[in-house]
C-alpha cells in the first residue's frame, strides 16, 4: 500500500508509517512518555529526511497530546499558571530554533546536527535511566529500598528575583526558572520535533521542585501549545510539515497507546525502566553509526 508524501517528495508503504506509529505508542502507553523522541529517528532509518522527520514528528506529538491534556485537566492536575510561563518560554524559544535551523539549512548542516543531538541526547538519557532501573532491581532483590529524595528546587533557581506563588504546584519561585526552562524545551521542539516530556518532567521535578501531581498534567499542557506552535512555524518558514505522514503516525500511536496501556498493567516497573533504557541506547547506538558508517556508494548513477 504505497502512498506518496508530498512535502517528503517519496513514496513510502502507508503501514509500515502506522506501524511505526504504533511502536512509538506502545511505547508510550508502557512505559508512561511521550515517544515523541523516538519517532524522529525511527522515520530517519526508514528514509524520511531529517528535516521533514523533524517537523512532522511535532505536527504528530500536538495531536497525540490533545486527549491527555483533557484528562488532567478534568482531574486538576494542570497548573495553569506555571503552563503559561512554560508557554510563553516554549513560544520564545521555538522561534529561535527557526532562526537556528534556518540557519544550519544554509551552512548544509541541519541533517549531520539533527543526528548528533540525538546520539547525545537518547545516549545521556539512556545512560541515567538505566543507572536508575539497575539501582531500582538491585533495591528489589535485596529488599533494601532506594532512599527517596526530597522534593526541593535547585539552589540557582532560590537565587532567582522576583517570586510569584505557583499554589497548584505548592511553590514560591521566580518565574525566569520555567521561563528559562520552557525555552529549552521549545529549542528542542522546533529543532527535534520531541515534545521535550522527557527532559522538561525531570526538569520540573528536581529543578523546580513541582509536586508529583502536578508535573505530568503541566508537562502536557505545555507541549499542546509548544508544538502546535512549533507545527505553525515549520509550516511558515521551513515547509517541512508532511500532513500526510503525521496523520499516519496519529493513526498509528493512538491505537499502538492503548495496546500499551494494557501491557503495562502485567509487567513490573523495574523491569519496564530497564527496557526502556535499552531501547534508548541501541536507538541512540544505530544513530551513531549512521552518523560515522561511510557508505559503500556515495553516489549512483544510472545511464538508460
Same mark, same amino acid.
Given at each position: 500500500?504505497?502512498?506518496?508524501?508530498?512535502?517528503?517528495?517519496?513514496?513510502?508503504?502507508?503501514?509500515?508509517?502506522?506501524?511505526?506509529?504504533?511502536?512509538?505508542?506502545?511505547?508510550? !502507553?508502557?512505559?508512561?512518555?511521550?515517544?515523541?523522541?523516538?519517532?524522529?529517528?525511527?522515520? #530517519?532509518?526508514?528514509?524520511? %529526511?531529517?528535516?521533514?522527520?523533524?517537523?512532522?514528528?511535532?505536527?504528530?506529538?500536538?495531536?497525540?497530546?490533545?486527549?491527555?491534556?483533557?484528562?488532567?485537566?478534568?482531574?486538576?492536575?494542570?497548573?495553569?499558571?506555571?503552563?503559561?510561563?512554560?508557554?510563553?518560554?516554549?513560544?520564545?524559544?521555538?522561534?529561535?530554533?527557526?532562526?537556528?535551523?534556518?540557519?544550519?539549512?544554509?551552512?548544509?548542516?541541519?541533517?549531520?546536527?539533527? !543526528?548528533?543531538?540525538?546520539?547525545?541526547?537518547?545516549?545521556?538519557?539512556?545512560?541515567?535511566?538505566? /543507572? $536508575?532501573?539497575?539501582?531500582?532491581?538491585?533495591?528489589? /532483590?535485596?529488599?533494601? &529500598?532506594?532512599?527517596?529524595?526530597?522534593? &526541593?528546587?535547585? %539552589?540557582?533557581?532560590?537565587?532567582? %528575583?522576583?517570586?510569584?506563588?505557583?499554589?497548584?504546584?505548592?511553590?514560591?519561585?521566580?518565574?525566569?526558572?520555567?521561563?528559562?526552562?520552557? *525555552?529549552?524545551?521549545?529549542?528542542?521542539?522546533?529543532?527535534?520535533?520531541?515534545?521535550?516530556?522527557?527532559?522538561?518532567?525531570?526538569? *520540573?521535578?528536581?529543578?523546580?521542585? *513541582?509536586?508529583?501531581?502536578?508535573?505530568?498534567?503541566?508537562?502536557?499542557?505545555?507541549?499542546?501549545?509548544?508544538?502546535?506552535?512549533?507545527?505553525?512555524?515549520?509550516?511558515?518558514?521551513? /515547509?517541512?510539515?508532511?500532513?500526510?505522514?503525521?496523520?499516519?503516525?496519529? #493513526?498509528?500511536?493512538?491505537?499502538?497507546?492503548?495496546?500499551?496501556?494494557?501491557?503495562?498493567?502485567?509487567?513490573?516497573? $523495574?523491569?519496564?525502566?530497564?527496557?526502556?533504557?535499552?531501547?534508548?541506547?541501541?536507538?541512540?547506538?544505530? *544513530?551513531?553509526?549512521?552518523?560515522?558508517?561511510? %557508505?559503500? $556508494?556515495?553516489?549512483? #548513477? $544510472?545511464?538508460?
Amino acid at each position: 500500500m504505497d502512498l506518496y508524501l508530498p512535502i517528503a517528495n517519496l513514496s513510502v508503504n502507508a503501514l509500515v508509517i502506522i506501524g511505526l506509529g504504533g511502536v512509538v505508542g506502545l511505547l508510550s !502507553g508502557m512505559f508512561g512518555v511521550g515517544g515523541g523522541f523516538l519517532t524522529t529517528p525511527l522515520l #530517519i532509518f526508514y528514509g524520511i %529526511p531529517p528535516t521533514v522527520a523533524a517537523a512532522s514528528a511535532a505536527s504528530q506529538v500536538t495531536g497525540a497530546s490533545v486527549s491527555g491534556v483533557f484528562t488532567h485537566i478534568s482531574r486538576g492536575t494542570v497548573d495553569f499558571r506555571m503552563g503559561g510561563v512554560l508557554i510563553a518560554g516554549g513560544v520564545v524559544g521555538a522561534g529561535l530554533g527557526v532562526l537556528i535551523f534556518r540557519l544550519l539549512q544554509y551552512w548544509g548542516q541541519i541533517d549531520t546536527v539533527i !543526528g548528533i543531538l540525538y546520539v547525545l541526547m537518547l545516549g545521556g538519557i539512556g545512560l541515567l535511566m538505566a /543507572k $536508575e532501573s539497575i539501582q531500582a532491581l538491585i533495591a528489589l /532483590k535485596t529488599g533494601k &529500598r532506594v532512599q527517596a529524595r526530597k522534593r &526541593r528546587h535547585h %539552589p540557582l533557581v532560590a537565587a532567582l %528575583p522576583m517570586r510569584w506563588r505557583f499554589y497548584r504546584s505548592g511553590l514560591y519561585i521566580s518565574p525566569l526558572a520555567p521561563l528559562l526552562l520552557g *525555552m529549552a524545551t521549545g529549542i528542542l521542539t522546533m529543532l527535534l520535533g520531541v515534545g521535550g516530556g522527557f527532559i522538561l518532567v525531570p526538569a *520540573m521535578l528536581y529543578l523546580l521542585g *513541582m509536586t508529583t501531581q502536578s508535573v505530568v498534567g503541566t508537562s502536557l499542557f505545555q507541549i499542546l501549545f509548544v508544538t502546535m506552535a512549533t507545527t505553525m512555524m515549520h509550516a511558515m518558514t521551513t /515547509k517541512a510539515v508532511d500532513l500526510v505522514l503525521a496523520m499516519l503516525l496519529l #493513526i498509528g500511536s493512538v491505537t499502538g497507546a492503548q495496546v500499551g496501556t494494557r501491557l503495562s498493567m502485567t509487567i513490573r516497573p $523495574e523491569y519496564l525502566r530497564v527496557l526502556l533504557a535499552l531501547i534508548v541506547l541501541l536507538v541512540a547506538a544505530r *544513530m551513531a553509526l549512521g552518523l560515522g558508517w561511510r %557508505p559503500d $556508494e556515495i553516489f549512483t #548513477i $544510472e545511464l538508460s
